[in-house]
Nanobody, 122 residues
């Protein structure tokens, strides 16, 4: 059983930056970030697969950077040039798969954190 704890969310103005962190209690292979805006379905944002590959949703490419500390099984998401549409609850997830192809696929993840809120508003 892996427990995931997210931190780093908050309120920021458009154009601002935030850094999310996810601490895992045990060894993980692939880890990813997902988000859910009010009234919308949860969507994949970015992640790192077990083979070290990264993948991003088109909406965040060039603005967000995902990284993983394998020694600590921690996952990070550096978010820059934030937009109001980035607002939502951000969840960390972990899975046993290794392929980059599944990074943004929710069904491939076995463990989920409780989420951290990100609000982008002027």
């Amino acid at each position: 059983q892996v427990q995931l704890v997210e931190s780093g969310g908050g309120s920021v103005q458009p154009g601002g930056s935030l850094r999310l962190s996810c601490a895992a209690s045990g060894h993980t292979s692939s880890m990813g970030w997902f988000r859910q805006a009010p009234g919308k379905e949860r969507e994949g944002v970015a992640g790192v697969s077990g083979d070290g590959s990264t993948k991003y949703a088109d909406s965040v490419k060039g603005r967000f950077t995902v990284s993983k500390d394998n020694a600590k099984s921690n996952l990070y998401l550096q978010m820059s040039s934030l937009k109001p549409e980035d607002t939502g609850m951000y969840y960390c997830a972990a899975g046993a798969f290794a392929s980059r192809a599944w990074i943004l696929s929710q069904s491939r993840y076995d463990y989920w954190g409780q989420g951290t809120q990100v609000t982008v508003s002027s």
